[in-house]
């Protein structure tokens, strides 16, 4: 039993700590870290990354990956604010990005299960596809100017608690009892654990993959309204290397990129630690070129980590 619970919990209870060690480190080199704004500020800033992250946790759960995060963002954000400087209604507007990053998502899905394209090949593709149709559709431009009631979404609190975070909970509650509760979860997990197994079982592996991307593609949708409410701006190169924070964020929170293990909860202390280093570094005055290094590295890192615990477990 000890053996199980290690094998389960001890991952994340090893990134809590480690969140929690940061942050002292943080507080210690920088007396600007521990105030309350600025913690509000790194949960609210993490929200957007963490959304996408949950979406990265399915696919990187059935063994897969999407490189199309950001780009898919930026497609669904222009689309959204295009409809909302139509006139309208925030409801609509909102409805259509999320039907675009859908759609991409489920795009995604249907070129890996049935056109039997890597992983990474298909979201490289899409990548620049939905990166590139984003400028197209804005001339390059970017589409600012919306109602208080769309940015109340990103700048509005609910008992002093900023919006952008009660959504971030909201998702990972559903998305926790998703993969914990339903059977999609179930089968989630059996496809990245064993996919030919899970297809001898009698799981429709293809339409349950395909569902997979699909939700990614979603959640990327709402990340991409709720960025857009807090600019005010809908960008077609917004979202860049979005995909590399989400990734972090998954496999530092303990999702094996050889599928068939991870956990939400898991996923939003590795986004909680990606803000905080993020912040810390900004607070210190480190250079954006230096944080990329040190995403980058935190990455190889994690990895590392992961395989080697793999290897032990074998």
């Known amino acids: 039993m000890r053996k199980d619970f290690l094998h389960h919990y001890g991952r994340q209870f090893g990134t809590l700590i480690g969140l929690v060690f940061l942050v002292i480190i943080l507080w210690i080199l920088t007396p600007h870290f521990m105030t309350i704004s600025n913690l509000l500020n790194v949960v609210q800033q993490t929200s957007i990354n963490a959304i996408i992250a949950v979406g990265l946790t399915f696919v990187i ?24 400087n139509a006139g309208m209604p925030v409801p609509i507007a909102m409805l259509t990005g999320l039907g675009v990053g859908l759609l991409c998502g489920i795009v995604n899905g249907l070129l890996i299960s049935y056109g039997r394209l890597p992983p990474f090949i298909s979201t490289l593709g899409l990548m620049s ?5 984003a400028l ?7 589409i600012s100017g919306f109602t208080n009631s769309f940015r109340y979404l ?23 009892f998703v993969l914990t509760r339903t059977i999609f979860g179930r089968y989630t ?7 030919e197994a899970a297809t001898l079982s009698g799981v429709n592996v293809k339409f349950y993959k395909t569902m997979v991307y699909g939700l990614c593609g979603l959640l990327s949708g709402l990340a991409a309204i709720i960025l857009t409410a807090r600019l005010n701006s809908a960008q077609p190169i917004a979202g860049f290397m979005y995909e590399l924070d989400a990734i972090a964020a998954t496999v530092i929170g303990g999702t094996s990129l ?10 939003l202390i590795g986004a909680l630690i990606m803000g905080v280093i993020r912040n810390g570094l900004n607070l210190l005055g480190v250079s954006s070129f230096v944080q990329q290094t040190v995403i980058g590295s935190v990455i190889i890192i994690a990895v590392l980590i992961d395989m080697t615990l793999k290897r032990q477990r074998i």
Do not use: Q
């Open 189 to 195: 997990y059996a496809i990245g654990g064993n996919e």
């Open 258 to 267: 050889m599928g068939g293990e991870g956990r939400v909860t898991g996923t």
């Open 61 to 84: 759960i059935t063994a897969g990956i999407d490189l199309s995060v950001g780009s898919i963002l930026a497609f669904s954000g222009v689309v959204l604010a295009s409809v909302l």
């Open 136 to 142: 197209l559709y804005t001339h390059g431009r970017p």
């Open 129 to 133: 596809v939905a990166r590139g149709a």
């Open 154 to 176: 990103a700048t509005g609190e609910i008992l002093h608690i900023p919006m952008p975070v009660i959504i971030m909970v909201i998702v990972y509650l559903f998305a926790h």
